[in-house]
């Protein structure tokens, strides 16, 4: 998924949270996961998993129709303005930025 779209996931699922006044652990048993697991999601700490976006998508289904929509749109405009990636290998940390992995 790209970054775009689990934000767009996130806001959704922050408004269901909202409008059906259920706080973090209502939301998270309602999906099937503990609190602990959707707040690292929701705080862009661990990146959601394909089990986790199924059971978003078919416990709402509204979220599905945003994400299908969303699905729909070239990837190429999404990365404008992103520049070049860089050839330095790496994994991506918490924050989203670039550490070097290459042992010295």
């Known amino acids: 998924m790209r970054d775009s779209e689990i934000k767009a996931m996130i806001r959704a699922l922050r408004r269901i949270e909202r409008e059906e006044s259920l706080n973090l652990r209502g939301l998270a048993r309602r999906l099937g996961y503990s609190a602990g697991q959707l707040s690292m999601v929701f705080a862009g700490k661990r990146r959601p998993g394909m ?34 990636r860089s050839s330095t290998p790496g994994v991506r940390g918490p924050q989203g930025k670039v550490r070097d992995t290459r042992r010295p």
């Open 51 to 84: 089990r986790f976006v199924r059971a978003v998508v078919e416990r709402f289904p509204e979220i599905r129709r945003l994400l299908a929509a969303s699905l729909s749109k070239p990837q190429e405009e999404e990365s404008k303005g992103q520049g070049q």
